[in-house]
């Protein structure tokens, strides 16, 4: 039967089930554990219902790199940079990328300064800004994970069946799987919350090879607090016995087989290529590059020589968005956190983003 958001909102922020399931936890807890949320998602919701006050002393929530804007590393964000100073450009992209500070300037500075920058939904919003102005050159800046990367693909195919020749897209889209194995081994980390959104995209097998391979618990989370709290219970236990698996505790969103068209869509659009993570560095086969086949609407090959010619910025150096990244530091062990960095006038782009740890952390710091 189907139920309203508000329905759904009161069964999963329900306070008995809560406490019963901080109950559980602390009844199954066995001993010092600390958990990482790969979901910039799951960071807003943990600090917005001030869920590690509830769990047992030991027990840690830290954030990984499951923010998409926070992870795009600052050559990338430079290119993007140097292809909307192009005066002919309608430069488009997510909100939150405009104010990813680069040196002491950002797409949201360009924009004050006249260039044309537009924020968007959707690519396919960009698709229509094409069609809307055949004299001007529209780039949409694409990033995210494997949630955002299938629309990105369809449009990419509507621009190829249009034949359009003033569109084209700047790829910053990356995966999980090979950032998780580049970032776990030798880490402190005992077990992962899992993305439900990519989930729902890629299959609950898609996250398999976290037990498999890298020997740690892992399970598939929802966002309100009784999806998350069920996820947390769930490693705890698997923790408790030995054992390492993996478990979707997300169900009503995510199918064994996630969604078909969605995966084979980017299968049909993205090569798998080496990307920089901002953190974690270069890793092997973690991004999408556009194939061959829509190469003519790469926006890194259309406009190649103006970026090679860009400037590269660099980061803060006392910024240690990396370390919080990597769930080396909590963002309130960063020096600049609520003194030089805030939401008005970040720092690093942990503090800038809607999924960011720091930016989530200097929200809900009361609570």
């Given at each position: 039967?189907?139920?309203?958001?508000?329905?759904?909102?009161?069964?999963?922020?329900?306070?008995?089930?809560?406490?019963?399931?901080?109950?559980?936890?602390?009844?199954?807890?066995?001993?010092?554990?600390?958990?990482?949320?790969?979901?910039?998602?799951?960071?807003?919701?943990?600090?917005?219902?001030?869920?590690r006050?509830?769990?047992?002393?030991g027990?840690?929530?830290?954030?990984?790199?499951?923010?998409?804007?926070c992870?795009?590393?600052?050559?990338?964000?430079?290119?993007?940079?140097?292809l909307?100073?192009?005066?002919?450009?309608?430069?488009?992209?997510?909100?939150?990328?405009?104010?990813?500070?680069?040196?002491?300037?950002s797409?949201?500075?360009?924009?004050d300064?006249?260039?044309?920058?537009?924020?968007?939904?959707?690519?396919l919003?960009?698709?229509?800004?094409a069609?809307?102005?055949?004299?001007?050159?529209i780039?949409?800046?694409?990033?995210?994970?494997?949630?955002?990367?299938?629309l990105?693909?369809?449009?990419?195919?509507?621009?190829?069946?249009?034949?359009?020749?003033?569109?084209?897209?700047?790829?910053?889209?990356?995966?999980m799987?090979?950032?998780l194995?580049?970032?776990?081994?030798?880490?402190?980390?005992?077990?992962?919350?899992?993305?439900g959104?990519?989930?729902?995209?890629?299959?609950?097998?898609f996250?398999?090879?976290?037990?498999?391979?890298?020997?740690?618990?892992a399970?598939?989370?929802?966002?309100?607090?009784?999806?998350?709290?069920?996820?947390?219970?769930?490693?705890?236990?698997m923790?408790?016995?030995?054992?390492?698996?993996?478990?979707?505790?997300?169900?009503?969103?995510?199918?064994?087989?996630?969604?078909?068209?969605?995966?084979?869509?980017?299968?049909?659009?993205?090569?798998?290529?080496?990307?920089?993570?901002?953190?974690?560095?270069?890793?092997?086969?973690?991004?999408?590059?556009?194939?061959?086949a829509y190469?003519?609407?790469?926006?890194?090959?259309?406009?190649?020589?103006?970026?090679?010619?860009?400037?590269?910025?660099?980061?803060?150096?006392?910024?240690?968005?990396?370390?919080?990244?990597?769930?080396?530091?909590?963002?309130?062990?960063?020096p600049?956190?609520?003194?030089?960095?805030?939401?008005?006038?970040?720092c690093?782009?942990?503090?800038?983003s809607?999924?960011?740890?720091?930016?989530?952390?200097?929200?809900?710091?009361?609570?």
């Amino acid at each position: 039967m189907f139920k309203s958001n508000a329905a759904l909102w009161a069964e999963y922020r329900d306070k008995s089930r809560i406490k019963l399931l901080c109950q559980q936890i602390a009844e199954e807890y066995s001993g010092p554990m600390r958990i990482m949320e790969v979901c910039g998602t799951h960071t807003m919701s943990i600090y917005h219902y001030g869920i590690r006050s509830l769990l047992p002393e030991g027990l840690q929530l830290i954030s990984g790199p499951g923010c998409p804007v926070c992870v795009t590393d600052e050559k990338t964000v430079s290119a993007a940079l140097a292809l909307a100073k192009i005066p002919n450009i309608i430069f488009t992209t997510y909100g939150d990328m405009l104010r990813v500070p680069a040196g002491n300037t950002s797409l949201q500075r360009l924009r004050d300064e006249g260039a044309d920058i537009r924020i968007l939904l959707s690519p396919l919003d960009a698709l229509e800004l094409a069609e809307q102005h055949p004299e001007r050159q529209i780039v949409f800046f694409a990033v995210g994970f494997e949630t955002t990367a299938p629309l990105t693909a369809a449009t990419l195919c509507r621009a190829k069946e249009k034949a359009l020749q003033n569109f084209s897209v700047l790829c910053a889209h990356k995966t999980m799987p090979q950032a998780l194995r580049s970032l776990l081994p030798g880490s402190a980390v005992d077990a992962l919350l899992c993305p439900g959104h990519v989930a729902a995209v890629t299959g609950e097998a898609f996250f398999s090879f976290v037990p498999q391979d890298l020997k740690r618990s892992a399970a598939i989370a929802g966002f309100e607090p009784v999806d998350i709290l069920e996820a947390v219970l769930a490693v705890v236990r698997m923790h408790a016995q030995g054992g390492a698996g993996l478990l979707n505790c997300y169900p009503r969103a995510v199918r064994p087989e996630g969604n078909p068209l969605a995966m084979k869509m980017m299968e049909q659009v993205f090569v798998p290529c080496d990307a920089v993570w901002r953190g974690l560095g270069e890793i092997a086969d973690s991004g999408l590059a556009i194939g061959a086949a829509y190469r003519e609407f790469d926006a890194a090959e259309r406009f190649k020589a103006e970026i090679a010619a860009a400037d590269c910025y660099r980061d803060n150096p006392a910024c240690r968005c990396g370390f919080v990244l990597r769930g080396e530091c909590t963002p309130e062990e960063c020096p600049l956190f609520g003194n030089a960095c805030t939401p008005d006038h970040p720092c690093g782009a942990c503090m800038v983003s809607g999924e960011g740890a720091c930016a989530a952390a200097y929200k809900y710091r009361r609570i």
